[in-house]
């Protein structure tokens, strides 16, 4: 029997406008069956094609354990003339008391154009109060290097075993840290690969009683 393959909607288009407007629409039309939660405000950033349905079914699992706002962004900077769309949705999962439906918010966006430029404004004017900010890059960085963005991030996730310059990029990662004044923490995926070696590692240098 072949496996059946889950779909993620984008949600509700919404003009940039009315994005705030929308949600909290959202919210009133669901008040006692639903409460919002969120910890952390995480940014994806992608450039492949497909990218927003992919990264929306990620989110779906994260938000099974971590709350969050979630600001998903697919990303054609090739396009030829500048253009946003937007829409919001929402994950959300019972409580373990049983009794309500715990939600994160999704914001998703499609930036055609020279994007990055448009990057820290859309991100900016969309980020949940004070919360720490996340930001997963899966695409190559690029220069230069906008502080305006990355003076703000807390955490910036990221997996070095897809770069083709590895030298050219740590420069530039390094280059986001002293911009946000060695604040950010550093989270590279391709070292998650190495646990297990790590641990084997590790172990040759136990204490014989230890075993």
């Not at 154009?113 to 695409?139: A, E, N």
């Not at 690029?142 to 310059?165: F, G, N």
Request: hydrophobic residues 40%; negative net charge; glycine residues 4%.
């Amino acid at each position: 029997m072949p496996a059946v393959s889950e779909t993620y909607s984008l949600g509700l288009p919404v003009e940039l406008g009315r994005i705030d407007k929308e949600l909290k629409k959202l919210w009133a039309q669901s008040e006692g069956a639903m409460t919002r939660a969120s910890l952390v405000n995480l940014a994806v950033y992608s450039e492949e094609p497909g990218s927003l349905e992919k990264n929306t079914q990620l989110i779906a699992r994260i938000t099974e354990n971590h709350a969050c706002r979630a600001i998903v962004i697919g990303a054609d900077c090739a396009a030829q003339k500048d253009h946003v769309e937007a829409w919001i949705s929402a994950h959300c999962h019972v409580s373990r008391a049983g009794s309500k439906q715990i939600c994160s918010e999704q914001i998703s966006f499609r930036l055609e154009g020279p994007c990055t430029k448009l990057l820290p404004s859309i991100v900016f004017s969309h980020l949940d109060s004070d919360l720490p900010f996340y930001l997963w890059w899966q695409s190559d960085f690029h220069e230069p290097m906008d502080p305006q963005l990355w003076a703000w991030v807390d955490r910036v996730i990221y997996d070095s075993q897809t770069w083709k310059d590895f030298s050219g990029q740590m420069r530039l990662v390094e280059c986001a840290q002293q911009e946000a004044k060695q604040r950010i923490v550093l989270c590279d995926l391709n070292w998650t690969r190495l646990d297990k070696i790590r641990l084997a590692l590790a172990q040759f240098f136990d204490h014989p009683a230890s075993h």
